[in-house]
């Protein structure tokens, strides 16, 4: 790997996130170093050329291009921002053109961030399901648990929160999470609450190995933690799962992007947007 | 409108979330509709074959080119695809190549998902980060609050949660958020523990209409969501955030995304990246 690194800047009118998590994963093809400089909400032309500026100033001092990419819908501040002296991957232009063509539409130039846009029916379910999730985390509320889109069961610890969260926050999906303890396995039963809610259930399950490793760095040393207590409680919640026929997967190897994304799948069909 | 809907793949060979996103913000350019069809971990020669077919089959039974946005690393696959009767969008191939050519660097064309590959410290931090927000959400918490990057504080109902959960899930940045409640405003001082910690601190505020109508979802009725009140508790935190120069802004027309690339601005300079 080369010491220096090459700047990338993020130009966006909004947050530039969309373009930041992109650029991550091309840039990740490259065996060399890179140093991000967001530069968000350039959405007037005193931006733009404020932007232009800096990205100059850092082609000048370090004697390279710097790599920009851009999601800018006003066509005057892209092509401003085109005109840099940096290597330019302008996200948002290169697919509306030949879209244009595709549709034989016109793109409207309007700000696009409509999956971030607060007076849209989508962003408000986003926010709606976060409070929702919160509410019923860790079986915490059995109150309007009818509403819930899906509900997540597993041991402590299988990842089921950080995946409702994110399944909020992300498709403004309402899940709320239903933790199995010891008690159920001494009963041999599902929690008496979702017994009328198996169509949404969910499982989530994790090697005991790992579970023991996440289990010890919250409670060291604990029978909660030990490796034969997890082995115990994964192998009676599983057996639970697949006696109800409830569908599960293990969370061991997968992000939390991943397991929502397969819950998803299973769950929900695609819908028209907008 | 048309009424007959474009049909729309996301086509990826990890969660494919990325170019779901950026899709929407492109095609809201569009005034028309489109259905969409998601077809993540596309990770096979066989997957790729079937998901070719689905397209394929697609594109016959309603007679014009389906658009498909992908983002697949692998050349092999993606060629099966990009052959299909469809519009193809190549998000990761139309970029990487020119970036070789100013980069002087072949692309590995390993699986690029790292923001999401729960090997890599970032992963680490994003999950322990969410952890973190949950454990100090609401003032629940004085415990390793010196650990926090980010302390939001405001009055209830003003968008600390939902921010500290992005901020944590998109960044892996580590923030609390602590309530302004009546209490303080008669005492006339922020809460105590906070003392410590103003170089951390950043406040949300909200116009007390908003605020009220929020409030009155939760509590309808109540003397905690009469606009009287509201406006007496903004007034009380805003004017004790500038005693003590608190920087702040007003969350009533922003979405999470904004507040938290905002506040990161703000806090946070750009790091290097791996």
Redesign the interface.
Known sequence: MSNK??T?FIVSD?????AE??S???????????????L??VNTIDKAHQALSEINQNATKFGE?P?VFT?L?NPEINELINSSQA?V?D??H???A??EI??Q?K????M???????ETES?KNR?EA??FS?AH?DGQSHKNLEEADVILVGVSRSGK??TC??LA??YGIKSANYPLIPDDFERGELPSELHKYFPKLFGLTIEAQRLSQIRNERRPGSKYAALENCRYEINEAQAMMDRHSIPWLSST??????I???I??IIKS?????
């Open positions: 690194p090459r990338v909004g947050t530039g996130i969309t998590t992109f991550h994963s091309i840039l990740a093809q490259f065996e060399t170093n890179f140093k991000q400089i967001r968000p909400f291009k790599i999601t819908v290597m991957l996200m948002f290169t697919f509306v030949p879209l595709e549709l539409l793109s409207t130039h309007a696009g961030r409509f999956h971030q846009n607060i962003y926010i976060i409070n919160l985390d929160t950080p969260l994110y926050m992300q190897h997968k992000s939390i992007e991943e929502a994304t397969t998803l799948q695609d819908k028209s947007i907008y």
